[in-house]
């Protein structure tokens, strides 16, 4: 059984940067895909990010790029979403998630599940 923490969330203004941290135990984290999913209040549960168990492969949703980083350091069973020029849009709770094989950006087709971490951006 994976179990993953995500940490970094806080209250920030807007244009400034924060970096989530999602860490993982249970299971060797290199065999694992990894993706960062954020819901808004009253919305859906939203794809952000994803990357390959080697990081070699990443994939950002449009409104994020040029802003956000993911990335992993699999020696220490970590992943990172770097939020940079953050917006009032950005606020959300923001969850990471884990998986065999590839990356994904649907909800179900993950495994394992954070317990996510709040991010507000104020104007």
């Known amino acids: 059984q994976v179990q993953l923490v995500e940490s970094g969330g806080g209250l920030v203004q807007a244009g400034g940067s924060l970096r989530l941290s999602c860490a993982a135990s249970?299971?060797?984290?290199?065999?694992?895909?990894m993706g960062w999913f954020r819901q808004a209040p009253g919305k859906d549960r939203k794809f952000v990010a994803g990357?390959?168990?080697?990081?070699?492969?990443?994939y950002l949703t449009d409104s994020v790029k040029g802003r956000f980083t993911i990335s992993r350091d699999n020696a220490k069973n970590t992943a990172y979403l770097q939020m940079n020029s953050l917006k009032s849009e950005d606020t959300a709770v923001y969850y990471c998630?884990?998986?065999?094989?590839?990356?994904?950006?649907?909800?179900?087709?993950?495994?394992?599940w954070g317990q996510g971490t709040q991010v507000t951006v104020s104007s």
């Open positions: 990357i390959t168990w080697d990081g070699d492969s990443t």
């Open positions: 249970g299971a060797p984290f290199s065999d694992l895909a």
């Open positions: 998630a884990a998986k065999d094989g590839d990356w994904r950006s649907r909800t179900y087709e993950y495994d394992y």
